[in-house]
C-alpha cells in the first residue's frame, strides 16, 4: 500500500514515513509539482496509489469516477509536518482498510 501525497503536503514525509507505507511518493519527486490533477489521478490509477491530499479537488474525483485510485482526504488546516505524519500514523490501519474496502473510494481523517 503505496501513497501519492498531493504537492501541498512536504515531500519529506516520504522518507518519514517508509517504514509503513513503502514505495510512497510525493508529487515533486516525480516531475508533478504542477501537473494537473487529472494527470495526477491517472498517475495514481495506473501504478497502483492511494491519493493523499488537503484539497477536496480529488476526493470528488474518486467519488465521481470511482476508484481505483482510493482516496485519504486530509481535512486539517495549515500545520506542520510532523502533526501530518502523526495523523496519518495513528490512522494507518484505517488506511490500510480503505485500500483493503471493495466499495469505499475516500477516507476523511480529522485533526
Known sequence: ?????DHNLSHKLVAR?????PGSTQTRLIDFARAPDP????????????IVSKDNDFAELAVL????PK?????????SSGAVE????THASAIE???NDPERVVLELYD
Open 71 to 79: 482516496v485519504v482526504w486530509l481535512r486539517i488546516g495549515n500545520c
Open 86 to 89: 502523526r495523523l496519518l500514523r
Open 1 to 5: 500500500m503505496k501513497l501519492l501525497l
Open 39 to 50: 494527470e495526477i489521478w491517472f498517475h495514481a490509477r495506473t501504478h497502483g496509489f492511494i
Open 65 to 68: 469516477k470511482g476508484a481505483p
Open 17 to 21: 514515513l517508509a517504514d509503513i507505507f
Open 97 to 99: 482498510a480503505l485500500f
